[in-house]
């Protein structure tokens, strides 16, 4: 049930079939395949993490105490906001997914439960203002899994490269 890497992400053979979804726990598919560009809580991509084991995914950031890869959506189409993307003004990098205080997550404690770090603000978790697009559940309802081709097979999940297409929810 439980594998041991020490070498970065990037680096991870793929004969290993490690599989890495965002989704509500009882959920048989994932709302979002995460990738090495995929955005972690800490405000840091994946590949700047480390995958130690599938419950140890340290970022190695310097100043960055992130412990844990958790993914928060980084394009607005991800929470079912296409049409900021039509707006002339609108500017993808500067796009953050956002706390019912106002505050990104990047303005969040990256351990914890995310307290907010704004000066004067009294939050004292991360709840998004957004929904999945997925799945249109808030984000703190859904969890980062990493898992081997026989954890997603005893879990009676989707596995193989060739059913990966398969893997949002049937429509
Ligand atoms: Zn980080
Ligand atoms: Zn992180
Ligand atoms: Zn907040
Ligand atoms: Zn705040
Ligand atoms: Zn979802």
Same mark, same amino acid.
């Given at each position: 049930t439980f594998f041991l890497l020490t070498f970065p992400y990037y680096s991870? #053979? #793929? /004969? +290993?079939g490690l599989y890495i979804g965002w989704r509500c #726990? %009882?959920?048989? =598919?994932? &709302?979002f395949r995460i990738g090495n560009e995929s955005k972690c809580f800490c405000g840091h991509?994946? *590949?700047? /993490?480390?995958?130690?084991s599938d419950i140890s995914v340290p970022c190695h950031v310097s100043q960055c105490r992130c412990l844990m890869f958790c993914f928060i959506p980084s394009r607005p189409e991800e929470v079912?906001?296409? =049409? +900021?993307? *039509? *707006? !002339?003004?609108?500017?993808p990098k500067a796009w953050r997914a956002q706390c019912r205080c106002k %505050?990104?997550?990047?303005?969040? !404690? !990256?351990?914890?439960? /995310? #307290? $907010?770090?704004? /000066?004067? $603000? $009294? &939050?004292n978790c991360f709840e998004s203002n957004f929904l999945c697009a997925a799945c249109d559940r808030c984000w703190e309802e859904h969890e980062t899994f990493f898992e081997t081709r026989e954890t997603r097979r005893r879990g009676g999940r989707p596995q193989g490269t060739d059913t990966v297409n398969n893997w949002r929810r049937p429509l």
């Open positions: 991870i #053979p #793929p /004969h +290993l #726990p %009882h959920y048989l =598919w994932d &709302c991509l994946l *590949r700047e /993490h480390q995958v130690i079912g906001e296409f =049409w +900021l993307k *039509r *707006r !002339a003004t609108f500017d %505050h990104s997550h990047e303005d969040h !404690a !990256a351990t914890g439960s /995310h #307290p $907010c770090k704004h /000066h004067g $603000c $009294c &939050c």
